[in-house]
């Protein structure tokens, strides 16, 4: 039968509820006043909670939950806007988890909803509050508000007062076997409340706070600034220890928050195990503050420590932290008989590596570190977001200060708008991270002249125990630094990132083991596969063309390309993510990434796509002089040509990128002899038909990027060059203005002809 509910006026927000609590199954009855004098209107429910028939005859269940429970609904002002308040009789056991802590003088106050009971109400109506009420009334009842199997209920402790900030995993690692209390020095921060009456605290203690070893500070001078006042002043650590048979005490009963006085506060502590302790230190402390005033009173930090049976929800431990504040004066009464005031404190852990990891859906445990080179806009955002998830790097390097144009796309602010140009790249990058509990070690220094001229040892710019290298200047000469042979033998591998074609294409190249392919083979690799790509290759090639500079202030270096700064936000997110799974699984062991993004023409879709790139083989790799780089691929399609034309010789040209700073040639493609080319087992002759316009269209399609570098053809048996292909090479080598590469496949490897004529500038003489 639905409960008996009057006569309603005009339909309201609280009217449409009483009708859904009217409809619902659990609610037997309502009673209900319009405005309670407060401008407020209640109803009081009668709910079933849902009793097994064991109890349903007597009435109530073995802890006190009734059959039919008064539920008092308070509808506020802003209903609504805001969720109602459920309050239950002054009598119900609060003794049960899932209870606000509030003293003797509030009725008990469920909580209903792990979250906002204000959105749940919004997806699912006030119906969604009464199934919540109605469930947690059953579960009550049948003492199952704690679910062993999803771990320990914390006490709770929302919407208070004061805040006590605090490390949870440095303050659970104090408890030691026996019982013990710690005194520290504390830091608080105190706002008035609007009425003026009232103080709100904020006390933190961290690691790094300094060990009282008196119980008690000497120095009490605080200071205030816009109403906040500022100081120093003691946090009291308490745990348990021993219980009389030995065991660690274990606090295993749910206790309600009843902690109003000092006098209640020992008692809790005595339940909880560690009343001597803290007894002794609060005496301690009253005896050193006799004699003194304050001019104003300063809170003390009292934590208490409590192994409980099972690990608190969510957390690893299980050890729980209760925090409490004793606004204190000079003479304070701290006895066990006082009662001055104890204000019950929320907890909220301080920014660290665990909680930062923890809030990302990241495991906690040692990571390898990683090196960042180039805190400019790409490197300081890929910076931020792993530091976000307790990843950052442990050491950034960047030789360049901030100026003004480089905020409108750089991670972080400034402090005003003519600070940001004093700044160091890397310190200004460094200080941020250290605000997210991982200070970096930094560097301010140009890595590609250090590494060329050997100023430093590699091993000293990126430590060896580092998991990668993380090269983010967009800088060739960088590049090229790390991949010189001397030092891709003294440091991690290198990751490169950076942004191509205005934004619009994201690259990350990751080196293969043992730098190979290495980083510079990667990019001539991409602008391969760029090439390729017809969606592409005009964006890529020619930006610079057509980009369009912006004026930023007179004088050099001082031309930059226009790009927003969500698009930067946008590429850079999931070179984090890739970056956070390649530090957690691991860099490939066998090959290299190359892994490409593209924005969509909306400016909106992203597509990543990823290209497996194995090792490349280096020619002649005892012949000292210029390396020649063949990708791993072309090596392959070289090996199929020769199998495929057995007892001839084959061949066709190569093409790619010659360096001049590291003198490497690196073959990424091959075109394929032309129709009128001649195949016998004595000799393989080039022919030209068609060649020039297939070399013409790789070089604009490239703009250049890539070109043919010369020509390769294999010999039968394992021999050298033979006195054809050096004359050969002479022949070709007046055609092209870089080096001529000649390779030669044999049965046991590469043999290499590298030719070059160099003629005196303005003169036909060589």
Wanted: proline share 7%; with cysteine; net charge negative.
């Amino acid at each position: 039968m639905s409960p008996a509910l009057p006569e309603l006026p005009t339909p309201s927000p609280v009217t449409r509820a009483l009708r859904a609590a009217e409809a619902h199954p659990a609610v037997k009855g309502i009673e209900w006043v319009p405005d309670d004098g407060h401008g407020q209107a209640v109803a009081v429910l009668a709910m079933d909670s849902n009793l097994p028939s064991r109890w349903l005859a007597r009435g109530h269940s073995d802890n006190g939950v009734r059959a039919i429970e008064p539920v008092k609904v308070v509808f506020g002002k802003h209903f609504p806007w805001s969720a109602p308040t459920f309050n239950l009789r002054d009598d119900f056991d609060r003794s049960h988890p899932h209870l606000q802590p509030w003293g003797p003088g509030r009725p008990p106050e469920p909580c209903v909803v792990f979250g906002s009971a204000t959105e749940l109400m919004r997806s699912r109506g006030f119906t969604g509050l009464l199934d919540q009420m109605a469930d947690w009334l059953e579960r009550a009842a049948e003492v199952r508000l704690i679910d062993p199997a999803h771990g320990w209920e914390p006490t709770r402790r929302d919407d208070l007062h004061d805040t006590a900030i605090v490390d949870a995993a440095w303050a659970r690692s104090l408890q030691k076997r026996d019982e013990g209390c710690t005194s520290f020095e504390a830091t608080y921060r105190a706002a008035a409340e609007a009425d003026g009456t009232v103080s709100t605290y904020f006390v933190t203690l961290s690691d790094t706070s300094m060990v009282i070893r008196d119980g008690i500070r000497g120095d009490w001078t605080f200071s205030e600034n816009d109403g906040i006042r500022a100081g120093r002043t003691i946090g009291l650590v308490a745990w348990s220890g021993k219980a009389p048979n030995g065991s660690p005490f274990v606090g295993a009963k749910y206790l309600p928050e009843t902690v109003t006085d000092v006098r209640s506060l020992l008692m809790r502590a005595a339940d909880l195990g560690c009343g001597d302790q803290l007894r002794a230190r609060l005496d301690l402390v009253q005896q050193r503050m006799q004699g003194r005033s304050f001019k104003i009173p300063m809170p003390l930090l009292v934590i208490l420590l409590v192994r409980r049976p099972s690990n608190l929800i969510g957390t690893s431990s299980a050890v729980e932290m209760l925090p409490y504040v004793i606004e204190v004066e000079g003479n304070a009464d701290l006895s066990p008989t006082s009662v001055t005031p104890v204000r019950i404190a929320m907890h909220r852990d301080q920014i660290s590596v665990d909680l930062l990891r923890g809030a990302s859906g990241e495991e906690s445990g040692d990571r390898p570190g990683w090196t960042l080179i180039g805190c400019g806009s790409v490197g300081s955002k890929i910076a931020v977001h792993m530091g976000r998830a307790g990843l950052a790097p442990s050491l950034v390097i960047d030789r360049k200060v901030m100026a003004p144009h480089n905020m409108a796309r750089h991670a972080l602010l400034p402090r005003s708008p003519g600070a940001s140009i004093s700044w160091k790249k890397s310190e200004f990058l460094a200080q941020a991270l250290s605000c997210l509990a991982q200070p970096p070690r930094m560097l301010h220094t140009n890595v590609a002249g250090a590494l060329v001229s050997s100023e430093k040892d590699p091993a000293d710019i990126m430590p060896g125990d580092h998991y990668a290298v993380v090269n983010a200047t967009a800088s060739i000469s960088v590049r090229e630094a790390l991949a010189l042979g001397r030092v891709a033998t003294r440091r991690p591998r290198v990751i490169e990132t950076c942004l191509l074609a205005g934004g619009k294409i994201g690259y990350v190249a990751v080196e293969g083991p043992n730098a190979n392919p290495r980083t510079d083979d990667l990019a001539v690799e991409a602008y391969r596969l760029l090439g390729d790509d017809p969606s592409v290759n005009a964006e890529v090639f020619g930006s610079w063309a057509e980009a369009r500079a912006i004026e930023i202030g007179q004088g050099c270096s001082s031309l930059t390309f226009p790009m927003p700064d969500a698009l930067l936000s946008a590429m850079t997110a999931p070179m984090a993510t890739m970056l956070t799974r390649y530090q957690s699984s691991g860099l490939p062991d066998d090959c290299g990434h190359l892994v490409l993004g593209k924005l969509a023409a909306d400016g909106l879709g992203l597509s990543w796509e990823r290209t497996v790139v194995s090792p490349f083989v280096e020619a002649d790799p005892a012949q000292p002089g210029v390396l020649a780089r063949i990708s791993g691929r072309v090596h392959d399609a070289i090996c199929r040509e020769v199998a495929s034309k057995a007892g001839s010789e084959t061949g066709g040209v190569i093409v790619g990128r010659f360096s001049e700073a590291s003198e490497t040639f690196h073959v990424v493609d091959l075109i394929e002899a032309p129709p009128d080319s001649r195949f016998s087992p004595e000799e393989f002759v080039l022919g030209t038909q068609g060649l020039r316009d297939r070399i013409v269209e790789l070089v604009k399609r490239t703009n250049g990027t890539i070109y043919p570098l010369g020509t390769w053809h294999n010999h039968l048996v394992s021999s050298g060059p033979s006195a054809t292909d050096l004359s050969t090479a002479l022949l070709l080598a007046p055609a092209q203005t870089t080096p001529l590469l000649m390779l030669i496949h044999t049965p046991d490897g590469y043999r290499r002809i590298v030719s070059e004529v160099v003629r005196r500038p303005g003169t036909d003489r060589a």
